[in-house]
Antibody
Framework: QVQLVQSGAEVKKPGASVKVSCKAS????????INWVRQATGQGLEWMGW????????VYAQKFQGRVTMTKSTSISTAYMELSSLRSEDTAVYYC???????????????WGQGTTVTVSS | EIVLTQSPGILSLSPGKRATLSCRAS???????LAWYQQKPGQAPRLLIY???SRATGIPDRFSGSGSGTDFTLTISRLEPEDFAVYYC??????????FGQGTKVEIK
């Protein structure tokens, strides 16, 4: 079945970087965008950026420009999100989500990973 | 940047009642880029509606979306126990960026 499986929880110190993986299965990895969305405890959803695995194009939210990098490995159908210069406010659950586009029409973020908890603490 | 404002913040209703959730954009949004998601505690969000009014695969027909321009609505015709959750609207703008609303919590009255 179509699914996205993310890497496990991380604990990082302030100033460090974290790299979260998102492995796709059940569909053609390069045919759909991968978005990254985070959610702090008790807060709403915050979109961080997307990557097109076919073209390697990326678009990041202004808030994360310069701190986030989204990459992929096509051979293993895996997307990565790296966030640097971590601070306590980056403590959150990070989700990857498949963006479904077809012929210029958008069909939503229709498949989500299970989430990866990142804790930033000294 | 387009800001999405959802109202109310909390909606307290009994099962069987109709729920009407609002999502207002700070400027006009293309309907084809407006989506709604449901999130339950401890779970990832689930896509409900895309293109403002099209139900995603497997979504019951008690969920419907409508609206255009700056005003969009998610309606749940008769609340089932499993519908009590937080709902988010989402839009995509000309800068190729997505934005979520802050969410509406539908709770049992």
């Amino acid at each position: 079945q179509v699914q996205l499986v993310q890497s496990g929880a991380e604990v990082k110190k302030p100033g460090a970087s974290v790299k979260v993986s998102c492995k796709a299965s059940g569909y053609t990895f390069t045919s759909y965008d991968i978005n990254w969305v985070r959610q702090a405890t008790g807060q709403g959803l915050e979109w961080m950026g997307w990557m097109n695995p076919n073209s390697d194009s990326t678009v990041y939210a202004q808030k994360f420009q310069g701190r986030v990098t989204m990459t992929k490995s096509t051979s293993i159908s895996t997307a990565y999100m790296e966030l640097s210069s971590l601070r306590s406010e980056d403590t959150a659950v990070y989700y990857c989500a498949r963006g479904h586009w077809s012929q210029g029409l958008y069909f939503g973020m229709d498949v989500w990973g299970q989430g990866t908890t990142v804790t930033v603490s000294s | 940047e387009i800001v999405l404002t959802q109202s109310p913040g909390i909606l307290s209703l009994s099962p069987g009642k109709r729920a009407t959730l609002s999502c207002r954009a700070s400027q006009s949004v293309s309907s084809i880029y407006l989506a709604w998601y449901q999130q339950k505690p401890g779970q990832a969000p689930r896509l409900l509606i895309y293109g403002a009014s099209s139900r995603a695969t497997g979504i019951p027909d008690r969920f419907s979306g409508s609206g255009s321009g700056t005003d969009f609505t998610l309606t749940i015709s008769r609340l089932e126990p499993e519908d009590f959750a937080v709902y988010y609207c989402q839009q995509y703008d000309s800068s190729l960026r997505w934005t979520f609303g802050q969410g509406t919590k539908v709770e049992i009255k």
